[in-house]
């Protein structure tokens, strides 16, 4: 199974922004990437998503403030802006392969996953 490799976690103050990366393979247009994040004690949270087309959706909590993007077919990306301390969780990139649009995928179809990334926000 091929794991994606993660990279960009770490600490900022409120306000502040960070930068996640996930190394992998992102090539036509039949895929869905996204990331997830899970924080202690709640469930885990599909934050943002694009296909193969570049469409794109983001959780209400983080519309406006992330951005996900995939660059040069092998990164996917997720900048994060006006960090807030609701949103220190572990992030995690996953991906599905031969889906036209992330509409309808739900978290089961996601069959490759990154191993996690911390972030840590202070106020």
């Known amino acids: 199974q091929q794991q994606l490799m993660e990279s960009g976690g770490g600490s900022a103050q409120a306000g502040g922004s960070l930068k996640l990366a996930c190394r992998g393979t992102?090539?036509?247009?039949?895929?869905?990437a996204a990331w997830f994040r899970q924080a202690p004690g709640k469930e885990r949270q599909r934050v943002a998503q694009i296909d193969g087309s570049g469409n794109t959706q983001y959780a209400d909590s983080v519309k406006g403030r992330f951005s996900i993007s995939v660059a040069d077919t092998d990164t996917l990306y997720l900048q994060m802006n006006a960090l807030t301390p609701d949103d220190e969780a572990t992030y995690s990139c996953?991906?599905?392969?031969?889906?036209?649009?992330?509409?309808?995928?739900?978290?089961?179809?996601?069959?490759?996953w990154g191993q996690g990334t911390q972030v840590a926000v202070s106020s």
């Open positions: 996953a991906l599905v392969r031969g889906v036209g649009s992330c509409v309808r995928v739900v978290d089961a179809d996601f069959y490759f």
């Open positions: 992102y090539i036509g247009r039949r895929f869905c």
